[in-house]
């Protein structure tokens, strides 16, 4: 077991080198180590959604120095409530939910923080939720996994102010990242499905092959009310 925990981290440190050397990221602090062992093609494919959005996100960042500035999720923690700071998984929330009725305490945990810091000060603030089509789109309860669920959890935590108790931010979007446009179609149609969902300006939605190769922060992401929402 000893010899496989120090194989994994020597993966973790070459990974990081990198990306360091392939993209010149000042700060590669991907973390691998959650299911480390398990290490199934979904699993991997997921991890890896979350650093070509990471390393997306530097590059455009860069590119309008000094203007912005990419905040990460340990800059961001570093100002949130002291009991924000020690949990041991700070962007997490639960609250209750109610679905075809019943109701029920559930939580979510984003898949990356970030945010984006102007040069006057102001900050957008992101929660971000990479979806390779492992779970269904929707289920009818709350105690199986789905993108419903957590997108229940989100609005009512935003209802709830939980951004502003927890996080000290004012505001912030949920940003999805499907596998591929029919699985975005797909989450957007049910969003479309909730008029509470559909009528909340949380959530916007895109997929890896629209972002590939194209400038994130001027990207086009789509809204259930068929608006767009820039990152910029």
Same mark, same amino acid.
């Given at each position: 077991?000893?010899?496989?925990?120090?194989?994994?981290?020597?993966?973790?440190?070459?990974?990081?080198? *990198?990306?360091?050397?392939?993209?010149?990221?000042?700060?590669?602090?991907?973390?691998?180590?959650?299911?480390?062992?398990?290490?199934?093609?979904?699993?991997?494919?997921?991890?890896?959604?979350?650093?070509?959005?990471?390393?997306?996100?530097?590059l455009a960042v860069r590119a309008r120095r000094p203007? *912005?500035?990419?905040?990460?999720?340990?800059?961001?923690?570093?100002?949130?409530?002291?009991?924000?700071?020690?949990?041991?998984?700070?962007?997490?929330?639960?609250?209750?939910?109610?679905?075809?009725?019943?109701?029920?305490?559930?939580?979510?945990?984003?898949?990356?923080?970030?945010?984006?810091?102007?040069?006057?000060?102001?900050?957008?603030?992101?929660?971000?939720?990479?979806?390779?089509?492992?779970?269904?789109?929707?289920?009818?309860?709350?105690?199986?996994?789905?993108?419903?669920?957590?997108?229940?959890?989100?609005?009512?935590?935003?209802?709830?102010?939980?951004?502003?108790?927890?996080?000290?931010?004012?505001?912030?979007?949920?940003?999805?990242?499907?596998?591929?446009?029919?699985?975005?179609?797909?989450?957007?149609?049910?969003?479309?499905?909730?008029?509470?969902?559909?009528?909340?300006?949380?959530?916007?939605?895109?997929?890896?092959?629209?972002?590939?190769?194209?400038?994130?922060?001027?990207?086009?992401?789509?809204?259930?009310?068929?608006?767009?929402?820039?990152?910029?």
């Amino acid at each position: 077991m000893e010899a496989r925990a120090a194989e994994a981290r020597r993966r973790d440190r070459l990974t990081a080198q *990198l990306l360091i050397h392939q993209h010149g990221l000042e700060d590669a602090r991907v973390d691998y180590s959650r299911r480390n062992f398990d290490t199934k093609r979904a699993f991997l494919l997921h991890q890896l959604a979350i650093v070509d959005l990471r390393v997306a996100l530097t590059l455009a960042v860069r590119a309008r120095r000094p203007h *912005l500035t990419l905040l990460e999720p340990d800059q961001l923690t570093a100002t949130m409530p002291p009991a924000t700071q020690a949990a041991p998984k700070p962007f997490a929330w639960r609250v209750k939910v109610q679905h075809n009725g019943s109701l029920q305490d559930v939580g979510v945990h984003p898949d990356y923080a970030f945010a984006l810091r102007f040069a006057d000060g102001s900050k957008r603030c992101y929660l971000v939720e990479c979806d390779r089509g492992t779970m269904p789109v929707e289920r009818a309860a709350l105690r199986q996994t789905s993108i419903l669920k957590k997108l229940l959890v989100y609005h009512r935590g935003h209802k709830q102010n939980m951004h502003v108790r927890h996080f000290n931010w004012k505001a912030f979007r949920v940003l999805l990242v499907a596998n591929t446009p029919a699985r975005a179609a797909n989450i957007k149609q049910a969003i479309e499905r909730r008029r509470d969902l559909k009528n909340s300006e949380l959530f916007y939605i895109t997929d890896q092959q629209s972002i590939a190769g194209a400038d994130i922060l001027s990207h086009a992401w789509q809204h259930a009310t068929d608006s767009t929402y820039t990152l910029i």
